[in-house]
């Protein structure tokens, strides 16, 4: 069962807290949020507390914070305490005759509009979002640390991958691997740089196999990749070993520093997809949509609580950094939007910021379209085997 709902599960959490921290910087800074709503299309659940109306909507594929703004009338009045908008409303648009309560039919107070905020207030409602997803992020991590202990690899071999140098030397899955050319192994990242480094270059491998001392000649396969730490396309050897995983417990402190390395690490690595996809060094083929998160939600929640959460995790901090990409309709955008008018010293017009806004979301509808594209090749791939 947890896996079917684990796509609503991740969408859910990840967009809801992202919401709500626009929500509640907008509070805190005094602007006038009538609707907070998690999802879009046709309303499942609302209800209203004080000013605002708290909306679930039956396509859990988003949200939004809506906020009293001078440029829409409609908002501005709050199609309550508006006759002209009352009279034309209708209620299948989610139209709430009782939205203008704390106002009566008076206009939102001008000091209550987004636009009257000072440049901080209004960058700190922006920056909200992309912040509360990388508190989530760090949070789920440091907890996972903490609950699970910090994992690793043991130089153990888990398994072995057939007609890979390692099972044709004779090696089997649960031999320890203790030296390399006779030099100690500390852990598994030592075994990776060693062999790594020695593409096509023979290497005797000390190990422990059922209390027995063995030693194996194995020779690295060169094989074309990416590095991790440079994001770089780089030739490194391979054996065809996985290492057996393992966790060790770790106090709070130490398990709350690693839960911040581990997100910089995830949002530094997004970054580095987004530099290899402008520079071409990976096929933009490889980009997943609504789709490929749901397969994963499926799979992950499948295998366990742990994936589960570490795919909320990753989500959650892979939307913090591409919100904050300087395009319209994004949160980056309208951070720079915003920028720009301060340095102009007024703010544009609304026919300008208009075409802005539709040209970021027709290239935001672009990217959706090409990764839903990518996502049904992939599914008729893996169905048909086409």
């Keep these: 069962m947890l896996a ?28 006038y949020a009538p609707r907070f709503s998690i999802g879009f299309g046709k309303t499942l659940w609302k209800r209203r507390r004080g000013e605002t109306e708290y909306v679930i909507a039956a396509l859990p594929l988003g949200g939004y914070v809506r906020l009293a703004s001078k440029e829409d009338e409609a908002t501005a009045f709050l199609e309550g305490g508006n006759e002209n908008s009352a009279a034309s409303a209708s209620p299948k648009d989610g139209w709430d005759p009782d939205a203008m309560i704390p106002f009566g039919p008076k206009p939102i107070p001008e000091n209550r509009w987004m636009e009257s905020q000072s440049l901080w207030g209004k960058l700190l409602i922006m920056l909200a979002g992309v912040t509360m997803n990388l508190i989530l992020g760090y949070l789920v991590l440091t907890g996972m640390f903490i609950g699970y202990g910090q994992p690793y690899l043991s130089t153990r071999a888990d398994s072995l991958l057939a007609n890979r140098p390692a099972a044709q030397a004779g090696m089997h899955a649960g031999d320890s691997i203790l030296t390399v050319n006779g030099e100690p192994l500390k852990d598994w990242d030592a075994l990776l740089r060693k062999v790594g480094a020695s593409a096509g270059v023979p290497l005797a491998l000390g190990v422990i196999r059922d209390g027995a001392r063995h030693e ?76 490929a998160i749901a397969q994963a939600s499926v799979q992950a929640a499948r295998g366990g609580f742990e994936p589960l959460l ?20 994004l949160d980056g955008g309208q951070i720079l939007i915003m920028l720009l008018e301060a340095a102009k010293g007024s703010p544009f017009s609304m026919k300008t910021r208009e075409y802005v806004l539709k040209a970021g979301l027709g290239a935001i509808l672009l990217l959706v379209a090409f990764v839903m594209y990518n996502d049904i090749r992939r599914l008729v791939q893996t169905l048909f085997g086409v």
Excluded at 12 to 26: D, P, Q, R
Excluded at 262 to 277: E, F, I, N
Excluded at 315 to 321: E, G, R, T
């Design 4 to 31: 079917w709902i684990a796509p609503l599960i991740v969408f859910g959490i990840v967009v809801f807290v992202h919401e709500l921290g626009h929500f509640l910087a907008a509070k805190a800074v005094g602007v």
């Design 216 to 291: 194996f000649t194995v020779t690295p396969v060169g094989e074309e990749g990416l590095n991790p730490e440079t994001g770089k396309k780089e030739t490194a050897g391979k054996i065809g070993i996985i290492g057996r995983a393992g966790s060790t417990r770790i106090p709070v402190g130490d398990a709350m520093a690693a839960g911040a390395r581990a997100t910089a690490g995830m949002a530094t690595s997004v970054l580095t997809s987004l530099k290899q996809l402008a520079t071409r060094e990976v096929s933009a083929k490889e980009l997943g949509g609504p789709i």
């Design 310 to 329: 570490l795919l909320i995790a990753f989500i959650s901090i892979n939307l913090a950094v591409f919100n904050l990409l300087p395009i319209p309709i």
